[in-house]
């Protein structure tokens, strides 16, 4: 009897140390609570994680991959705990292959800087599609220094898709991807994805780099539409869209016009995309660069008032270098909170 029970102790001790590394592991549905540890989810039952704290959260383990996540993440921070890495991107704090639903609502991302300076991890992915509408709600959430903060994969002809409210915020002079990307994405006529009301602040002595954005449709995306957002030191734009409508309204970019990078505020490659009211606060540079790159403007974009399609089709305000101070982007921060406080930003009324 004897020998049983400490065999009974190793068994739970070993159990205990197994559960400490491999993290915790769900596999029903229900509400989990203050989880401290990586979270691996593998049940497509409704899973909410409520103020946790995780350096990742997963149906990925190993080659093995769980069923499509049915899962809200709220008032949770997910932070790697690994800050002393090369850094480029080596994971993803949250990374789902697959889902059948995704809520996020008032989360915090840390995916920090490496000891080369490059970001360790990315915040938010979502890959690899599911048949028919799969809600996907990012709100009211703050990514810091993440490469890339949100990217959704993979999720054609889907109208249930919305990233509204959230802040980017990127501290160091790397980045590796776009910020808000939606890659081989779309919604549907009527119903496209929303990209709205979200703020991209890009360390201004680092404020551009190459081949990456601050929202990027990319791909085979279509049906976007990117509305009343505030991008700093970094552009937005649609890529190799198949020419369907991705529509690019009512945004504010400031940036700088270098040769880091592609250099331009606004830019919508070849396709069907169109730039509507948007304002662009641009300084010139010895580089070059563009407050607008509207490529194909006859296949869709408005026309630029000069002619020219590489000029732009909307407002532009050329500001000397004095002007763009860290106290300015501080002002326009500020103000975009209080318009969220005030109920400037609108977004769908069944958000949590």
């Not at 010895?286 to 403007?297: E, K, S, T, V």
Request: hydrophobic content about 35%.
């Amino acid at each position: 009897m004897k020998k049983l029970y400490i065999a009974l102790l190793i068994f739970g001790i070993l159990l205990i140390i197994v559960g400490q590394c491999c993290g915790f592991t769900i596999t029903s549905g229900g509400l989990y609570t203050g989880i401290n540890e990586e979270i691996y989810i593998f049940t497509s039952q409704p899973v909410t994680l409520q103020s946790c704290n995780s350096p990742k959260v997963t149906n990925v383990s190993g080659t093995s991959y769980g069923p499509p996540v049915n899962v809200t993440l709220r008032d949770s921070r997910f932070i790697t705990q690994s800050p002393s890495n090369t850094g480029d991107n080596q994971f993803d704090l949250v990374y789902f292959e697959g889902a059948a639903s995704v809520i996020v609502w008032n989360c915090y991302f840390n995916g920090q800087v490496g000891n080369a300076g490059g970001l360790c991890a990315g915040g938010l992915v979502i890959w690899g599609g599911h048949p028919g509408s799969v809600p996907i709600t990012i709100a009211a959430s703050v990514f810091l220094d993440c490469s890339p903060a949100i990217q959704i994969s993979g999720y054609q002809s889907d109208p249930a898709i919305g990233i509204y409210g959230n802040q980017v915020l990127q501290t160091t002079a790397y980045q590796h991807n776009d910020e808000i990307s939606l890659f081989e994405s779309s919604g549907v006529l009527g119903f496209p994805i929303m990209v709205q009301n979200n703020l991209i602040n890009w360390n201004p002595d680092a404020p551009q780099v190459k081949n990456a954005g601050g929202i990027v449709p990319d791909l085979g995306s279509s049906y976007i539409h990117v509305v009343g957002n505030v991008s700093l030191n970094q552009g937005i734009g649609a890529y190799y869209d198949d020419g369907n409508t991705d529509i690019f309204e009512d945004n504010l970019v400031i940036g700088l016009g270098d040769s880091k990078a592609y250099s331009y505020g606004i830019a919508i490659w070849p396709g069907g995309g169109h730039a509507i009211n948007n304002t662009v606060l641009w300084v010139p540079q010895a580089g070059g660069g563009q407050p607008f790159y509207l490529g194909n403007a006859g296949g869709g974009n408005n026309p630029a008032p000069t002619g020219n399609d590489n000029v732009g089709d909307t407002g532009q305000v050329l500001l000397a270098n004095s002007l763009l101070t860290r106290a300015f982007e501080v002002d326009l921060y500020n103000q975009w909170l209080t318009d969220q406080e005030l109920g400037g930003a609108t977004y769908p009324s069944e958000l949590p």
